[in-house]
């Protein structure tokens, strides 16, 4: 079985634009989750999606948004990037999470460096 | 690789020898624990968990001590290995709250040969 691959690895912006990255969850997995890791702030919880609908959401700003497709594959958009936006984006999927928390999967990340 | 913490605290042990990890959680409501390991240039990668109705569970070679009392949580890790060798977080959740899950700073473990 497949793991949770996360497209692209690696990514260079710059200040101002915006960025899309995707996430592939294992097979039968409904559950995605994001999470944004930096050496200051350590692993910080982005959202969580279940079937298609965000069930819980971090504490950062509107300019981070997603959504999941109905074959749960995931992809998370950063609009108007800051330099501190700059961090290994990591994806998680886990089987349900729906009668309490399952298993989560990590894929490789994704890798973004604003200039 | 990845650098994924550079101001971690590290733990230092040599081969073969027993490795203690611990954490201190904040949310008196979480139930929920996990321990993650996380090599270079990957992500986090399940090791353990534990409910907040234990207050011990085992795996192979490693066992998690879970404190409600002092909010803290420790992984051991018996007969460490080079390939232990990595940065070690602890989680925390409420299982009301599905998956959001709160991470600790990690604390890197060097095994010496």
């Known amino acids: 079985k497949a793991g949770v691959t996360q497209t692209p690895r690696y990514l260079i912006k710059t200040r101002g634009q915006q960025v899309t990255l995707s996430c592939s969850p294992i097979?039968?997995?409904?559950?995605v989750s994001w999470y944004q890791q930096t050496p200051g702030q350590g692993l910080q919880f982005l959202f969580e999606?279940?079937?298609?609908?965000?069930?819980n959401k971090g504490n950062f700003p509107g300019r981070f948004s997603g959504r999941q497709f109905s074959n749960s594959r995931s992809e998370m958009n950063v609009s108007t990037l800051e330099l501190g936006d700059s961090a290994l984006y990591l994806c998680?999927?886990?089987?349900?999470?729906?009668?309490?928390?399952?298993?989560?999967?990590f894929g490789p990340g994704t890798r973004l460096t604003v200039l | 690789g990845e650098s994924v913490g550079l101001h971690l605290p590290t733990l230092s042990v040599q081969e073969g020898d027993n490795s203690i990890i611990n954490c201190a959680y904040s949310n008196s409501a979480s139930d929920y624990f996990i321990w993650y390991k996380q090599e270079s240039g990957k992500g986090p990668q399940f090791i353990i968990d534990?409910?907040?109705?234990?207050d011990k569970r085992q795996g192979q070679r490693v066992t998690v001590l879970l404190n409600k009392t002092v909010k803290h949580l420790s992984l051991q890790i018996a007969a460490t290995q080079p390939g232990d060798s990595a940065v070690y977080f602890c989680a925390e959740a409420n299982s009301g709250g599905y998956q959001k899950v709160t991470f600790g700073t990690g604390t890197k473990l060097q095994v010496i040969p």
């Open positions: 998680a999927s886990s089987l349900e999470g729906l009668a309490g928390i399952n298993e989560q999967f």
């Open positions: 097979s039968g997995h409904r559950s």
């Open positions: 999606y279940f079937s298609e609908t965000q069930r």
């Open positions: 534990i409910r907040s109705n234990m």
